[in-house]
């Protein structure tokens, strides 16, 4: 089996109307492209997938014209040496083909599955800044829809939003906060830890600059909100040895989280998937990822059906009650919508021979 031909195009998918914030300007989310790759083999296969936000077709381009000819049953799928930040985008193409040709899904290339429902979060692109009201309605959206934990970045009047949340939704709606690294200091961390006591915030996320993990470790120490870090690489072995975290989100190519997690493993740490606020194939890759790895027990940022007017793909990823459900037929088990491809389309399709 050869690949014999790339096709992509890029798109643009505009957000759900309560999310409308992030349609706005030239430098909207919803303004950043992104790439859907169709990968063809001379076997009849072809592998789907999706690029993070901003990659150029150009680079697609150049990286397609290196697997032409190449057969992806003998290719190390751990290390697939494709240009940065293109891994990935491959790497879901390539393991597609070869789940389909061997007839099993993805997770079973990854080692099989842990678990066939991974739990996930919902997300607020809204954050407390004048918003807590706003902010709640969004988290019950999620909670009608059945999620348990929402998202928010950590700005402005947060103990007024996570109030906000508890009545519109109860108690038992679990925060995540991410203030970015915005609070320049851990004293300011710690005062908004104690003001949050009796609200249920499943962690603090990056509270202060990852430059300095001595803070986090710190934090630990003086707060009883679990402390996480988004991070990546060897940065993670530095994390872990200092002590500087309760809870690691991560991410890279389904290998590389594999990887990282396993890192977390050792040190008894639990994961989850980040995620650029995608569509359903790399959604679909997060859930295989996250399926075929032990310490995967967060929710993951698998929120794209909860953001967006379309995903993309013809079966929408199932969630209820949290979960969401592994997709068990060959390959990523996705399917493109390609009359929703071409409604979003913003190029010209590209063809690599």
């Known amino acids: 089996m050869r690949i014999n031909k790339a096709e ?16 706005r300007g030239e430098n909207s989310l ?10 063809h083999t001379d076997e009849g296969i072809i592998g789907i997938g999706e690029s993070y936000r901003g990659v150029s077709e150009e680079s697609v381009r150049a990286a397609s014209q290196l697997l032409i000819g190449k057969d992806p049953l003998d290719m190390n799928f751990q290390e697939l040496r494709m240009p940065y930040g293109l891994d990935h985008l491959f790497e879901q193409a390539i393991l597609d083909i070869v789940g389909k040709a061997l007839r099993m899904p993805v997770y079973k290339l990854l080692g099989g ?8 979060s919902a997300w607020s692109p809204y954050h407390g800044e004048g918003n807590p009201e706003k902010v709640a309605s969004i988290a019950k959206m999620a909670a009608d829809r059945g999620y348990s934990v929402i998202k928010l970045k950590a700005y402005g009047q947060v103990v007024e939003t996570v109030e906000a949340i508890k009545r519109a939704v109860g108690p038992d709606m679990g925060i995540v906060l991410d203030p970015n690294t915005g609070f320049l200091y851990p004293s300011t961390a710690i005062k908004l830890a104690r ?17 300095n993990l001595d803070w986090y470790v710190l934090l630990r120490e003086k707060i009883d ?40 493993e050792l040190a008894g740490i639990p994961v989850w998937h980040g995620s650029g606020n995608d569509l359903g194939i790399l959604e679909a890759s997060y859930l295989h990822a996250c399926a075929a790895t032990k310490n995967a027990t967060l929710t993951s940022d698998i929120f794209g ?12 990823i199932q969630i209820e009650k949290g979960l969401a459900k592994v997709p068990q037929k060959p390959g990523l088990g996705v399917e493109l919508d390609e009359r929703a491809i071409k409604r979003y389309q913003a190029g010209s ?4 021979t």
Do not use: W
């Open 8 to 23: 992509f195009v890029s798109v643009r998918v505009p957000f759900v109307q309560s999310m409308e914030i992030l349609n």
């Open 30 to 39: 919803a303004s950043i492209p992104k790439i859907i790759l169709k990968l």
């Open 113 to 120: 599955a842990y678990r066939s429902e991974v739990p996930v």
């Open 195 to 211: 003001k949050l006591e009796g609200f249920n915030i499943v962690c603090l996320e990056d509270p202060v600059p990852k430059a």
């Open 225 to 264: 909100i679990p402390i996480a870090l988004h991070i990546g690489g060897a940065d993670i072995i530095n994390a872990i040895k200092k002590g500087a975290c309760d809870i690691i989100n991560t991410g890279g190519t389904m290998h590389e989280f594999k990887k990282y997690a396993a890192v977390a």
């Open 305 to 316: 059906e909860f953001c967006r007017v379309d995903d993309l793909i013809e079966e929408p």
């Open 349 to 352: 399709q590209k063809i690599v």
